[in-house]
């Protein structure tokens, strides 16, 4: 579904149900600032509620720890399943 619609939208889905749709030109999160580049934000879609996250690290504590779900960020912000070339 998300590569049917990806092309109209403005800002573009990175990822996706619990970050497994395989985003394979922007598989990362910037965990902190670099620069002017913002940490990523992210948007919680959770039974008809909505959640905004300002930064990986407070949606990690906030839901995935919360639910028990597995970060797939290491560190860095490297999602675990890219690889490098």
Same mark, same amino acid.
């Given at each position: 579904?998300?590569?049917?619609?990806?092309?109209?939208?403005?800002?573009?889905?990175?990822? +996706?149900?619990?970050?497994?749709? =395989?985003?394979?030109?922007?598989?990362?999160?910037?965990?902190?600032?670099?620069?002017?580049?913002?940490?990523?934000?992210?948007?919680?879609? =959770?039974? +008809?509620?909505?959640?905004?996250?300002? =930064?990986?690290?407070?949606?990690?504590?906030?839901?995935?720890?919360?639910?028990?779900? %597995?970060?797939?960020?290491?560190? %860095? +912000?490297?999602?675990?399943?890219?690889?490098?070339?």
């Amino acid at each position: 579904m998300l590569e049917k619609i990806q092309w109209r939208l403005k800002s573009p889905f990175q990822h +996706g149900a619990q970050d497994d749709y =395989n985003a394979p030109d922007n598989p990362n999160v910037v965990v902190r600032s670099k620069g002017s580049e913002l940490p990523t934000r992210f948007m919680v879609f =959770n039974l +008809g509620q909505i959640g905004y996250y300002s =930064n990986p690290n407070s949606l990690n504590a906030e839901v995935y720890k919360k639910y028990r779900l %597995d970060w797939p960020y290491n560190y %860095d +912000g490297e999602h675990r399943a890219f690889k490098r070339k």
